[in-house]
Nanobody, 114 residues
Framework: QVQLVESGGGLVQAGGSLRLSCAAS??????LGWYRQAPGKQRELVAR???????NYADSVKGRFTISKDNAKNTVYLQMNSLKPEDTAVYYC??????????WGQGTQVTVSS
């Protein structure tokens, strides 16, 4: 049974930092990543990392966010620096297995105050 357990969201002032964590278990994952959904908007990719270490970022977070993973713990992290009010959203961990099944975490709220 696949489980994605997220942690690390919260309230921060603009310019501050947060780190999100997602512990994945129950399968072999080819891609781990983070998406976000703001009120009234579609869910969008924030960053993702493949098993081979290839990384993609949304243009809006390049230079501010860093995705990384600990293979031993099967955990993916999202370090978010220089946060802006427009980064406010529910952030979801996303995992794709080697058999192409996709799973989502429960979501964690990130709120950036101006």
């Amino acid at each position: 049974q696949v489980q994605l357990v997220e942690s690390g969201g919260g309230l921060v002032q603009a310019g501050g930092s947060l780190r999100l964590s997602c512990a994945a278990s129950g399968s072999i994952f080819s891609i781990l990543g983070w998406y976000r959904q703001a009120p009234g908007k579609q869910r969008e990719l924030v960053a993702r990392i493949t098993v081979g270490g290839s990384i993609n970022y949304a243009d809006s977070v390049k230079g501010r966010f860093t995705i990384s993973k600990d293979n031993a713990k099967n955990t993916v992290y999202l370090q978010m620096n220089s946060l802006k009010p427009e980064d406010t959203a529910v952030y979801y961990c996303n995992a794709e297995t080697i058999t192409r099944f996709i799973y989502w975490g429960q979501g964690t709220q990130v709120t950036v105050s101006s």
